[in-house]
């Protein structure tokens, strides 16, 4: 099959890291793949290690340069002109601009490739009138079982993201991260990491409000938060850690590589979200052995039911966190290893070789 994976761009998050895994899983299995990046490449490393292992694949990367914030009509043109030249037999697009892209160019020019969407996100952002007109033809693939469903034409599917085990498992050797020293911190310092983009959904500002809690009602201050990242809030939650008066106990670590080493080098994970689709940050952090504490949305609750050192906390707020991680502290310390051997049995449900098996079904299907 030939088959091209659309999306905005390498610039970290759950869609990306989604359509990365299947073009180099279904390149492995000896298909055709070329992936179409709707926005002008990201000035990151991300980007440039992206580009450098697909460039190594073997994998076509077309860039259609649309400026964010804008539609991007002569993106729009370009892609008409790459979808009728490549004749592809799949095309997998990701959120909502590269969904819509896809699935105009097959309406106006009747292109035969079939369509697939991927739900990155519970908060629905596929207009039911357009579900009913132009995506009409288009197999919807929701990420989890907490997406409702769009009541789309054509048979909808639940497949849940996945993620290489291998790279996350505390089986793995780690680069040992000084990370205490690097930030001038004390050796009891408790290290408390989330990782995503910042925005308002990914709902950081509850994190600085737990650090808040921690220090100022419980007399904890040897909390630290690391805030893994980009985007439009950090000048925002910076000035409210300042506000707040808990900066120093606040650190912005950019857009990491190394989240791997990051989880394993630290104490806590949490996420904070106001809502998700199936968060792989989350999953991640399950595999790595890290203690978790999540937000109390429906996506978290149905993918830990049965993880051992899970809390949810109560609210959304920032003392709820603050009281659940006051009552990790009182448990028995275990090692990540340990943590992950009581975690392991559950966690085969977001194996890779499920999730490449499923798509593959997926695009086979007339």
Known sequence: MKIAQVFYGYGGGGA????????????????DVDVILINVPYDNLIHKKCDLKLKQLRVNQIFLNRKQDTFGFKAFFRLLKILKNNQYDVVNSHLFIPDLFVALSQKLFRYKF???????NSVRYHPKVLVN??????????????????????????????????????????????LKQELGLDDNATLIISVGNLRLQKNQKAGI?????????????????????????????????????VNKNIHFMGLREDIPDLLNNTDIFINCSMWEGLPLAVIEAFVSGIPTILSPINEH??????????FISKDLNGNSFALSVMELNKQEKLSHQEIFDKRSMFLNFYSLNSFINSYQRIYEIK
């Open 114 to 120: 079939k369509h697939v969407v991927t739900v990155h």
């Open 301 to 310: 609750k149905i993918i830990s039911k049965q993880i051992f050192k899970n």
């Open 209 to 245: 409000d737990m650090i808040n809690e921690l220090k100022n009602n419980y007399k904890e201050s040897n909390f630290h938060y690391l805030i893994c990242g980009l985007g439009q809030e950090e000048a925002n939650l910076k000035h409210y850690a300042h506000k707040l008066g």
């Open 133 to 178: 007109f132009l995506f009409n033809k288009t197999t919807f693939v929701r990420c989890s079982a907490a997406i409702k469903e769009l009541a789309a034409k054509q048979k909808e599917f639940v497949v849940p993201n996945a993620i290489n085990f291998d790279l996350y498992k505390p089986t793995k050797t780690f680069k040992k991260l000084n």
């Open 16 to 31: 990306p890291n989604v359509a990365l895994t299947l073009t180099e899983e279904i390149k492995k299995q000896g298909h």
